[in-house]
């Protein structure tokens, strides 16, 4: 027996997990010493010198807060740094909007994006009592992870983005949903689709959120970058204000990440819209439930952060001056490679590199074409055909053009 | 357009007609009926929080030093990655189990940085449920953190007792806790609190984690330990350490639930760490693959920011001896509060034998006192505290303490 016990290790059956698809194309570039490699995988926004980009209102507040002796370190409430949900909230819906001034919302602070799409899927799969789950085609990853371990056991697609434009397929998306069973959930992207780029005009809008309705889906809105698709935070917020003016039912998932740099401090909420203050105090009670066992309460320092930042109006004009850079910068970038592209004649429709909106851009190259450009020309981006505006710069736009037009020139 | 608003209807019945509201959580509920009493005189024994003679919260100074230190440094902001920050998971796994640990010189320790304890211990149990190769229950003292059955269920396992306190006695109930050890199933898993045991403040002396250790190496159980009290059950983080080590000397390939909340006072800023002690080096790699397949859909990856001031204050020496210094302090601090809670309560008259009240370890004082009286305490006197019995001397205000003895006095006399 002693032998046994000596031999036996509990976990030797066990296999290697896959290795995440993104981390792994990160560890080929950083082992990569070409001089000219270009990382277009990455998930965070970089500047024009290719490196990360605090913010400089969070450097600003993260000052004056490492010097105020009022701060302390203790447990924040279940739901969160209220100053925090508050000010996110407004952000979202707007100060006017009737579900603030009705009081028929609850917020409730998690980790960041995930944390927030993990507390909402797991929700709603207890209490809308369906194991149903409806997620664009392509998606974010993890929203198929997310749903799988929150229990939904029928995790379907929506057409959404069309390969041959390279632009929405809005008739397909609206057929899907249609056909998608009463009472069941669907995740939508707010803007800046991740990781197509491809986001429905108002008009589509309007026809999915009819759809919606009609077919009683419960929406759970992944809202990662607000402000931060087109720099005009109300303009983002449209899909989610205009559904809240239908009277409708949602729970919204918001991160802080992107639009405000602070991509490892993990801020976020949930915030749900519901019919009456009376559902609200409900919904927020089993949220806490759910919150207490995975991670009992949210870290302070990032929600204290962006509390600070939005609440007090000087910072929160510097934060719409960074938000400004950085889609400012994007568009810049996207610009110059579509000229770029056009100027060289380089073969395809290339206006989907300007059409599309926010921080990826799903190019259209295939997977052999993705090879190439790794190989040759060492640019890193996904296997998708995805890439990262951001990673693009002045000094190596002309490269990767250049490198885009071969590729495609040569490989099909 | 018509057509529209006439569907918008906000009388249209929500989707949440059925919905209750959600079990109250037994601290943070009995806190919030604590905060809406608007009696004057009242005192909150619900949470176990560290506080300064006042009552109030405590920052400890080497934290805002280093915290200072940190936001000057002017750090990115990027992903820590789904395991978190490297440094801070070596750093914390060498506290706990010591530098030239064997599993650590052998590189045998699957980590990952957590959400604080909690995450720590959910990713924990989602692991075994999901991939433990035998009985998927486990076993917990007694008497344990309310959180931790609740915590065990939600991930899939089921949840059993084994005898740990002794009521008669105020102390470890060995002889119970060994049979029940020797009669679980064979590879079951069992969950220890490694010091300052939360809420009965009884934990196993040296001699007794290795008769522990001898019958679970015997019934081959799987153990995880909850270090959440390290450096407060006798003010020396290596002392405190000690039970643990002993078990991993001796083999046991077990797991480890650690959080920075309590002995650096970083609460909100929910800094853990989850180790899992493997059997070999390629194990470890392939554990923290598995790992990760559990935390992305979680939460993705950890928060940085307590995780840089832990690291900070482990790796420089001289942040790290100012730690050591204040948390010493914050230990002595409690064991004042404990002594003068002793005093007064001698001091009311009282019968009843409270030498229990210096034998016990770290934050808390589990007291005996009943349901009915602990109810009694909370309506005649505004005291809240858990319906256990559990008194967290750790919280208890300078001024409060003559108070609470003589309402104790008050409500255990007969």
């Known amino acids: ?104 919302f609850c917020a409730f602070q998690a980790i960041s994006g995930t944390g927030s799409v993990r507390v909402g899927l797991q929700f709603l799969n207890k209490f809308l009592q369906t194991d149903t789950i409806y997620l664009s085609k392509p998606t974010w990853s993890n929203h198929h992870g997310i749903a799988r371990d929150t229990g939904f056991a029928n995790i379907k697609e929506y057409r959404y983005y069309n390969p041959d434009t390279k632009g929405l397929d809005i008739e397909g998306m609206i057929a899907d949903l249609t056909s998608a069973p009463e009472n069941c959930v669907v995740v939508l992207h707010t803007c800046a689709h991740n990781p197509t780029g491809v986001d429905p005009n108002r008009d589509q809008w309007l026809r999915i959120i009819n759809v ?11 809202t990662a970058y607000l402000g931060f698709a087109t720099g005009d935070v109300d303009n983002d917020a449209w899909p989610v204000r205009e559904m809240v003016r239908q009277g409708m039912e949602l729970f919204i998932a918001q991160s802080f990440a992107k639009n405000f740099g602070l991509y490892n401090e993990r801020v976020g909420q949930l915030c749900c819209v519901l019919s009456s203050p009376e559902v609200c105090s409900a919904v927020l009670s089993q949220l806490k439930f759910i919150g207490r066992r995975l991670w009992s309460n949210c870290p302070h320092h990032g929600a204290r952060i962006v509390a600070t930042a939005l609440n007090n109006p000087t910072l929160y004009q510097e934060w719409i001056d960074n938000l400004t850079v950085m889609t400012g910068r994007i568009k810049d970038m996207r610009d110059g490679l579509f000229q770029r592209l056009k100027a060289k004649g380089t073969p395809g429709n290339w206006d989907h590199i300007v059409n599309q909106i926010g921080m990826f851009s799903y190019t259209g190259l295939n997977g052999d074409q993705v090879e190439y450009l790794t190989k040759k020309y060492h640019i890193y981006l996904l296997s998708s055909g995805r890439i990262n505006i951001s990673g693009l710069n002045h000094a190596n736009l002309d490269y990767v053009a250049a490198a885009i037009h071969d590729t495609v020139t040569n490989i099909k | 357009f018509n057509f529209i608003t006439k569907m918008a209807t906000r ?33 909150n024994m619900a949470i176990g929080i560290y506080t300064d003679d006042k009552g109030g919260p405590y920052v400890l100074p080497i934290v805002k030093k280093v915290e200072r230190y940190i936001v000057e440094k002017e750090l990115d902001k990027e992903y820590a990655g789904i395991m978190g920050y490297h440094a801070f998971r070596q750093a914390a796994t060498e506290l706990v189990l010591g530098k030239d640990s064997p599993a650590i010189v052998n590189k045998l320790c699957a980590t990952a940085q957590t959400v604080a304890g909690t995450s720590a211990l959910r990713i924990i149990a989602t692991f075994l449920a999901k991939l433990y190769p035998y009985g998927k229950t486990v076993y917990m003292s007694n008497h344990t953190w309310p959180n931790h059955p609740t915590i065990f269920k939600e991930s899939g396992l089921t949840v059993e007792k084994y005898r740990y306190y002794d009521s008669s006695t105020g102390g470890l109930d060995t002889a119970g806790l060994y049979e029940d050890l020797q009669k679980m199933p064979e590879h079951s898993i069992v969950l220890f609190q490694a010091c300052g045991h939360n809420p009965t403040a009884v934990d196993p002396k040296l ?21 959440t009290y390290l450096g407060f059950a006798s003010g020396d983080i290596e002392q405190d350490a000690a039970g643990i080590r002993k078990l991993v000397a001796d083999g046991h390939k077990l797991a480890l639930c650690q959080s920075f909340s309590k002995n650096m006072g970083l609460y909100g800023d929910r800094a853990g760490n989850a180790i899992l002690v493997c059997s070999s080096e390629e194990e470890k790699t392939i554990v923290e693959s598995q790992l990760s397949l559990i935390i992305r859909p979680m939460y993705s990856n950890p928060p940085i920011h307590g995780a840089r001031i832990v690291t900070e204050i482990l790796t420089n020496p001289e942040f790290k001896t100012e730690w050591i210094k204040e948390q010493r302090e914050m230990f002595d601090h409690v064991f004042e509060k404990r002594r003068k809670l002793h005093e007064a309560l001698i001091k009311t008259g009282s019968t009843l034998n409270w030498s229990r009240v210096m034998e016990q370890k770290g934050w808390f004082f589990f007291s005996g006192i009943t349901k009915e009286q602990v109810e009694k305490l909370e309506k005649d006197h505004g005291i809240y505290m858990s319906k256990n019995g559990r008194i967290p001397v750790v919280a208890l205000a300078a001024e409060d303490i003559e108070y609470v003895a003589k309402a104790i006095h008050e409500v255990t006399r007969h």
């Open chain 1, 1 to 104: 027996k002693m032998a046994e016990i000596r031999r036996v290790s509990y976990f030797d059956q066990l296999e290697t997990a896959k290795p995440d698809p993104v981390f792994n194309v990160l560890v080929k570039f950083k082992e990569d010493r070409d001089q000219n490699k270009v990382n277009l995988s990455v998930g965070a926004y970089r500047n024009e010198e290719g490196l990360p980009w605090v913010l400089p209102v969070v450097r600003t507040v993260e000052a004056q807060m490492s010097t105020d002796l009022m701060l302390n370190h203790e447990y924040l409430p279940l739901d969160g740094l209220k100053a925090f949900t508050d000010s996110a909230t407004k952000l979202l819906l707007g100060g006017d909007s009737p579900a603030i001034t009705q009081n028929r």
């Open chain 1, 212 to 222: 919606i309705k009609e077919r009683k889906l419960f929406p759970l809105m992944d």
């Open chain 2, 11 to 43: 009388s249209e019945r929500s989707v949440w007609s059925h919905l209750s509201h959600g079990p109250i959580d037994p601290t943070f509920g009995l806190f919030d009926s604590y905060r809406n009493d608007p009696r004057p005189r009242k005192v």
């Open chain 2, 207 to 227: 001699d007794e984690w290795a008769e522990i250790s001898r019958i679970c190496k015997e019934q081959s159980h799987f153990l995880i330990f909850d270090v």
